[in-house]
């Protein structure tokens, strides 16, 4: 049973770092030193605490972020396990907005990966503290010394080495930690503490002075002492790595194996001495600091919320300031609604724990809140603070779905309304004029992991498809046509006849119909039929069946009979003179063009530039952006750019990332056009035959 933290004593750590770095079996050794579970799950097994979910499971990958709390020398840690995969970065943006630092797992190796990368910059972006655990140095091409140097290049002198391997490659045993000036082996429950061997007393005495500059540095009194020649103290030296991790001055650097468990003890140290809590790093609201005092006004975030077909919808929870009861009524600032809190626990990975009180700083679990969801604030109406919503990134990636039964269809809308309320960065939209279900999101593993979701956790079966283009078809000039149904099958006859001008418009102007009949030649009841049966063929198309777009039409003469005339027969003349006035004026079939904006490192952005301008882009710029990258600013077509998420990750090898918005259409050159024509007659035809 976790008791309850102050502030002071919590740490909410984010653990981050690319995909197969090691996070996940990082996480299960620190539960496992700490006695939070009684045995060490494994990855490849599917018994880990943090990967619980079947597809977790089956794919050997984490999902989704886990919060796993763990009690360390009277200290409670908020331990969350956050995908390393690029298409789950909405996971990466949610935790930011909760923790104070991030503990970045990599492998010993020279080259940092992108998921590194992408981490460093969301933290950055959210001000928060970091430190470097070095991962997998047990492994035969461990290469620690390149990648401190790396890291040294990178990032200048805030790296700062708190602790020296003790062994190389398959021969690592242990930690020297320059902070205690003694090496930890062992792992786990077993750990050995020895004296400084021979052989690492003068690398030992180099590295603690380099450390001691650097805690020297974060703190202005610690400063003048040692400037003075006094030696710090190892309280004096935690203090100022705090400090100066906390202003991001200092990036400590930890190492050991999350294989072996070496070096976890002294990560789990480091934590609580040296990474910041909710009292010295409060949030901001309306530019003041919101402190996580229990009295303060509540202001409890929801970042993250997950849809389970059996209980319903869980929100994860971080109190900034004031505490949570159970049973407490609170309202949400952003709906106005009240919420009574029936259910209160602490997350475990997949298990869970009651609570009654949730102070401020902490982060819990609260299921069946009915008007709720992710980015909102739980507040009083008394206190009615309202925090700033989580940005998430826009979807680059998009696919097609299509149930596969009528049964499937009936439960689509509802299951994907409970994925789109767990993942802000999907996207779902039903597009009536392609007659297509589309999916958005960051990537293939992404929208394959939905469509996972969908029929492993909803049982929806859903086929999928290559999303398709809205080209919209136009005309070229100005053209007057007559449209004349005239039928007599005995009985009472049809006849419709209508004259019309059919000019062009401005792009993105639309449709335009305008009466301009005089003297009765078509009495007014039977315009609007005229109008009716344009609009139902500028939908249809008239080309390669696209709908038609930009067009003004006047109809302005015609002729009627007394008793054949009707409704349904002027709207078949209005469709017959659009369809000739269109093939007088001239078609041409328009395509969407995007202003797309790709930030690569520079080492990529000629195979980029070349790679748009294969796709027929039009470059518009390029501006630095930071060290070592550049922005690139082009207008490209859409249907250039359908798998480009895909191919600017083989481009730049994952570095790459783009943003795109709608900009324009402009007219298709011909070979593609008449290629849509084409295609468009064959199934035609084909649809013809069948029938």
């Known amino acids: 049973m976790l008791k309850t933290y102050s502030p002071d004593h919590i740490r909410n750590v984010a653990i981050v770092g690319h995909g197969g770095a090691g996070k996940t079996m990082l996480v299960e050794h620190m539960l496992y030193t700490a006695g939070a579970t009684d045995r060490l799950g494994t990855v490849e097994g599917g018994t880990t605490q943090s990967d619980y979910d079947p597809l977790e499971v089956r794919r050997k990958i984490s999902l989704g972020a886990s919060i796993l709390p763990i009690e360390w020398h009277d200290h409670k840690i908020n331990l969350i396990d956050v995908p390393g995969f690029p298409d789950f970065i909405g996971e990466l943006h949610s935790v930011a907005r909760v923790v104070e630092s991030m503990v970045f797992v990599c492998e010993a190796k020279k080259d940092l990966d992108v998921?590194?990368?992408?981490?460093?910059?969301?933290?950055?972006?959210?001000?928060?503290?970091?430190?470097i655990f070095i991962n997998k140095l047990e492994r035969d091409n461990a290469d620690y010394?390149?990648?401190?140097?790396?890291?040294?290049?990178?990032?200048?002198?805030?790296?700062?080495?708190?602790?020296?391997?003790?062994?190389?490659?398959?021969?690592?045993?242990?930690?020297?930690?320059?902070?205690?000036?003694?090496?930890?082996?062992?792992?786990?429950?077993?750990l050995e503490i020895d004296d400084i061997p021979a052989g690492y007393a003068e690398q030992a005495a180099e590295r603690r002075d380099k450390m001691m500059d650097a805690a020297a540095e974060g703190?202005?009194?610690?400063?003048?002492?040692?400037?003075?020649?006094?030696?710090?103290?190892?309280?004096?030296?935690?203090?100022g790595l705090l400090v100066g991790t906390e202003t991001g001055k200092v990036v400590p650097v930890l190492l050991g194996s999350a294989h072996t468990g070496i070096g976890v003890a002294t990560l789990l140290d480091r934590i609580i001495g040296e990474l910041p809590s909710p009292k010295d790093m409060p949030k901001e609201h309306d530019g003041k600091p919101l402190q996580p005092d229990p009295d303060g006004p509540l202001a409890a975030f929801v970042f993250k919320s997950t849809a389970d077909p059996y209980v319903g919808k869980i929100n994860f929870v971080r109190v900034f300031s004031g505490q949570l009861k159970v049973d407490q009524v609170v309202k949400n600032s952003t709906s106005g609604t009240d919420e009574r809190l029936h259910n209160l626990y602490f997350s475990h990975g997949k298990g869970q724990e009651s609570a009654t009180v949730v102070p401020p700083g902490d982060i819990c679990a609260v299921a069946k809140l009915q008007h709720t969801g992710t980015g909102e604030t739980l507040t009083t109406a008394k206190d009615n603070v309202a925090l700033e919503p989580i940005k998430f990134p826009e979807p680059i990636y998009a696919v097609a779905i299509r149930p596969v039964s009528k049964t499937d269809e009936d439960k689509l809308g509802p299951s994907l309304q409970r994925l789109l309320e767990e993942d802000p960065t999907l996207r779902y939209e039903r597009d009536p004029q392609l007659h297509q279900e589309i999916l958005r999101g960051m990537g293939d593993i992404h929208l394959d992991t939905v469509i996972d979701k969908l029929k492993t956790r909803f049982g929806v079966g859903v086929t999928v498809e290559d999303a398709k283009v809205p080209y919209r078809e136009t005309i070229r000039g100005s053209a007057k046509a007559q449209g004349r149904h005239k039928r007599q099958t005995g009985g009472k006859g049809q006849f419709g006849d209508c004259w019309i001008e059919m000019g062009p418009l401005g792009r993105g102007e639309g449709f335009t119909f305008d009466n301009k009949v005089v003297g009765g030649a078509i009495p007014k009841n039977f315009i609007p039929a005229i109008e009716k049966g344009i609009r139902e063929t500028l939908d249809k198309g008239v080309m390669a069946g696209y709908p038609v777009v930009d067009v003004k039409v006047t109809v302005y003469d015609g002729s009627y009979h007394d008793v054949d005339s009707s409704e349904a027969a002027f709207k078949i003349a209005g469709s017959l003179a659009f369809k000739n006035a269109a093939a007088a004026a001239g078609t041409s079939i328009l395509e969407p063009i995007l202003e797309v904006h790709v930030d690569v490192p520079d080492e990529c952005v000629g195979d980029v530039v070349g790679d748009l301008n294969g796709r027929r882009g039009r470059l518009n710029g390029m501006e630095p952006i930071s060290a070592?990258?550049?922005?690139?600013?082009?207008?490209?077509?859409?249907?250039?750019?359908?798998?480009?998420?895909?191919?600017?990750?083989?481009?730049?090898?994952?570095?790459?990332?783009?943003r795109q918005v709608f900009s324009h259409y402009e007219e298709l050159p011909h070979p593609e056009a008449q290629s849509l024509v084409e295609a468009y007659e064959k199934a035609r035809k084909e649809h013809e035959d069948d029938h």
Not at 221 to 235: I, R, V
Request: with cysteine.
């Open 628 to 658: 070592g990258k550049t922005e690139i600013h082009a207008q490209v077509p859409q249907a250039t750019m359908m798998r480009y998420a895909l191919d600017l990750r083989s481009i730049t090898k994952g570095r790459g990332r783009f």
């Open 219 to 239: 703190d202005d009194e610690l400063a003048m002492k040692y400037l003075e020649g006094e030696s710090l103290t190892s309280e004096e030296i935690e203090h």
């Open 115 to 131: 998921g590194f990368d992408l981490a460093w910059e969301v933290a950055e972006q959210y001000g928060l503290a970091r430190c």
């Open 145 to 190: 010394e390149g990648l401190i140097e790396t890291l040294h290049e990178r990032y200048g002198r805030k790296i700062v080495n708190v602790q020296i391997p003790i062994g190389h490659q398959a021969a690592f045993s242990g930690v020297l930690d320059l902070l205690s000036m003694k090496v930890y082996k062992g792992h786990d429950r077993g």
